[in-house]
């Protein structure tokens, strides 16, 4: 396998960004402790959008930033019982009015391995308010390059 490959595998749909599992991250058994999943996918979901005009930077934030997770599950289908870098596939499932969910898999580099998957919902915040609020016509934008295609009929 190429390089090139492994830094940016080539995906169908939605987007592979690596994040780095720390010594810390691993449980008394040596595997990573199953909350850092949740941590670890925001750390791969900051990056892109961050580099799209989204990221979090005090009063001057993109208001989009302002999301709650509403719902988080996970699959694990095989423990990552090692630190260093690991593949997390993600893409929008739906994006509506004030909300959208993500599915996403943990993966080795190589792509042969999926060590976790699931669904992370979240709903776009006002920040005075606390109340759903629409996403912005830049979010929506960014967004589009994250949806996964409807399945063409047979």
Known sequence: MSHATVDRPVVEFGHVEHVTVHFDDLDALGILHNA????????????????RGHGFRGRDSSPDV??????????????????????????????????AEYAF?????????????????????????LRPAPWSGAARAVAETLLRPAPTPA
């Open 66 to 99: 302002f999301h709650a997770v509403r719902e988080f599950t996970i699959r694990y289908r095989a423990p990552i019982a090692t630190t260093g870098p690991v593949a997390v596939h993600f893409w929008l499932e739906h994006f509506g009015t004030s909300s």
């Open 105 to 129: 898999r943990f993966r080795s580099l190589d792509g042969d391995t999926v060590y976790a998957e699931g669904t992370r919902a979240i709903v776009r915040l006002d920040p005075a308010t």
């Open 36 to 51: 850092r999943y949740a941590v670890l996918l925001e750390r791969a979901l900051t990056p892109y959008w961050a580099s």
